[in-house]
DNA sequence: TTACGATGTATGCACCGTTCACATTAGGGG
DNA sequence: CCCCTAATGTGAACGGTGCATACATCGTAA
């Protein structure tokens, strides 16, 4: 632990991972580069690579603990949401963790999950576990798998869209309002489509 | 018209924009560089910075092109969609869209909306708009805007979940079912968690 | 015809990811 | 205790990139 000589780093890794967060929130997905990474960790520019096989074994690091974090963050917001108000909460949070932390959101979801990445494949296994759970216990007479992906669809679209400026984010506010109001949304103008469609059931 | 010398193209932006096109559907997003586009254009590297500021510029020429092509499909699908089938069916030409050209799919929402881009923002306002005219028309009494979000929400995430690997790819039946499924699932499920939360009417 | 503005070229800089040979050091087996 | 090995960090180097700058070429309009 105490570094007599500064040769060996201690924990280099963690380090680059603390690193390349920081440039993340600071400049954004561009200025996340391996060298710079190494820079911060006050580290010659190849020293990462005994601990990241390439820069997407970096970024997919930073990726998996900003699913667990907003795993987190999700769980906290709520601890079983059922009613609609408790859902637009739980949305709500998974927005705001995407407008703030842009970067990072955007590395979590950016690149195809690799299947060899398994630290990242468990973690958003979570996140979609977590989802289920609760369309389950809320929704007990649906299909949970095809519900839970629709509602994690609305939520996952509700976010990007606002990222990616399609939306309205002046104030935080604003984006809590128009969240809500998509979520209910769905759950009051639902009922009046299948009635334009004169629909009684939908077919399988 | 003629190039009887090689010196002037003749066209270079466009032929720009189409080498860039290949690149992105060849290589993906990381083979898309002004150096290679130039290269394929037959020109020299610095030679597009004659019709694009930098390669941002370029991005969102090809995403505003993106956009065009994509309100093409969508108003192509389906004239005026009100059914949850037809609703469905142009969910899938999205999810279609995205994953038939997933690295274009991502130039369109890889970066903020540039409020400089005219030409990407006006592309996006199309869409937009296309999808509020369904909604209102689909469903009269509601409130247009926030449920044209909740329905370009849950599209765009479907499309963004299944580029990103989240769900089940492995066939294009699979897709398309999935779609329908999450789709249905909303205007089935929808009335049930009304009647667990136990509410009649939702909040303003 | 000639001058000019638009278009394409050549060169150079700083940065990037990655590889490879090498230096340093911690920690365990004699 | 010492030395040897494996882990860790260093340095130089290669090819690629975006971009700025100075220069060459050419269509066109006065």
Not at 93 to 101: E, I, T
Not at 153 to 162: D, E, N, Q, T, Y
Not at 163 to 180: C, F, I, N, Y
Request: net charge negative.
């Amino acid at each position: 632990m105490p570094q007599s000589t500064a040769y060996h780093h201690g924990d280099l890794r963690a380090a680059c991972l603390r690193a390349a967060r920081e440039l993340l929130e600071e400049d954004g997905s561009a200025g996340l580069s391996l060298r710079a990474v190494a820079r911060r960790a006050g580290v010659s520019a190849t020293a990462p690579y005994r601990h990241f096989a390439d820069r997407d074994a970096l970024v997919s690091a930073v990726a998996a603990e900003g699913y667990r974090e907003l795993a987190e963050q999700l769980a906290a917001a709520h601890p079983a949401p059922s009613t609609p108000d408790d859902l637009a909460a739980v949305a709500v949070v998974y927005v705001r963790f995407a407008l703030d932390h842009p970067a990072l959101f955007r590395a979590m979801f950016a690149e195809p999950c690799d299947p060899t990445s398994e630290e990242r494949v468990a973690a958003t296994a979570v996140i979609s576990e977590y989802v289920q759970g609760i369309v389950r216990d809320a929704f007990p007479g649906s299909d949970a798998s095809a519900l839970s992906t629709a509602v994690w669809a609305l939520v996952h679209g509700l976010a990007f869209l606002h990222l990616d400026g399609k939306l309205d984010t002046s104030t935080p506010e604003v984006v809590v309002e128009q969240v809500r109001a998509a979520v209910y949304a769905f759950f009051t103008a639902a009922p009046a489509m299948r009635a334009v469609a004169g629909r009684g059931e939908v077919s399988a």
